[in-house]
T-cell receptor, first 115, second 112 residues
Framework: AQTVTQSQPEMSVQEAETVTLSCTYDTSESDYYLFWYKQPPSRQMILVIRQEAYKQQNATENRFSVNFQKAAKSFSLKISDSQLGDAAMYFCAYRYTGTASKLTFGTGTRLQVTL | EAGVAQSPRYKIIEKRQSVAFWCNPISGHATLYWYQQILGQGPKLLIQFQNNGVVDDSQLPKDRFSAERLKGVDSTLKIQPAKLEDSAVYLC??????????FGNGTRLTVT
């Protein structure tokens, strides 16, 4: 079974600084997706960034980028130029590329952004 | 494109009562998911539909939870009778066969 581990329950970053959230996963599959979702107090899960396992290039979306290390099964999220609106729970998630596969979440990291 | 719609937003019930949640996925998304998110935890999959068929309901407490997706579009999740430990946020999501899941705003259930 696939598992996703986030070892940092809470992180804090100053506004305009950079922070990295860690995620490791376990799978026997070779083709899959990895995601970072953001969940603000409004509760809606918002997709931040996605990575296809077959791609060697790390995904980037504006201030958000990932460091994908397939051999190490590591998938960290870097937030640059942190903003107050980035404060939220961040969940790492895994999905096998098989048709209609489920999404497996980690336990989440709460990110605080301070002035 | 319209997102995943869920209702109600909040629900408070007493234990042993019943409750139902509704979800309308993004048009064209064949796969629909119900997740349970207990406070401080990551979401846990309760049930997954592909069109109107169940793909995975291994973690659905079938003695009290039921779900259906008639006509392969919208879906309802029911709890009967509710227990205190059912207090959680219930998230509905939909997706194409592959790729990212798109989530609704969730329903916060409080069982007293």
């Amino acid at each position: 079974a696939q598992t996703v581990t986030q070892s940092q329950p809470e992180m804090s970053v100053q506004e305009a600084e950079t922070v990295t959230l860690s995620c490791t996963y376990d799978t026997s599959e070779s083709d899959y997706y990895l995601f970072w979702y953001k969940q603000p107090p409004s509760r809606q899960m918002i997709l931040v960034i996605r990575q296809e396992a077959y791609k060697q290039q790390n995904a980037t979306e504006n201030r958000f980028s990932v460091n994908f290390q397939k051999a190490a099964k590591s998938f960290s999220l870097k937030i640059s130029d942190s903003q107050l609106g980035d404060a939220a729970m961040y969940f790492c998630a895994y999905r096998y590329t098989g048709t209609a596969s489920k999404l497996t979440f980690g336990t989440g990291t709460r990110l605080q952004v301070t002035l | 494109e319209a997102g995943v719609a869920q209702s109600p937003r909040y629900k408070i019930i007493e234990k042993r009562q019943s409750v139902a949640f509704w979800c309308n996925p993004i048009s064209g998304h064949a796969t629909l998911y119900w997740y349970q998110q207990i406070l401080g935890q990551g979401p846990k999959l309760l049930i997954q539909f592909q069109n109107n068929g169940v793909v995975d309901d291994s973690q659905l407490p079938k003695d009290r939870f039921s779900a259906e997706r008639l006509k392969g579009v919208d879906s309802t999740l029911k709890i009967q009778p509710a227990k205190l430990e059912d207090s959680a946020v219930y998230l509905c999501a939909s997706s194409l066969a592959v790729g990212a899941l798109h989530f609704g705003n969730g329903t916060r259930l409080t069982v007293t």
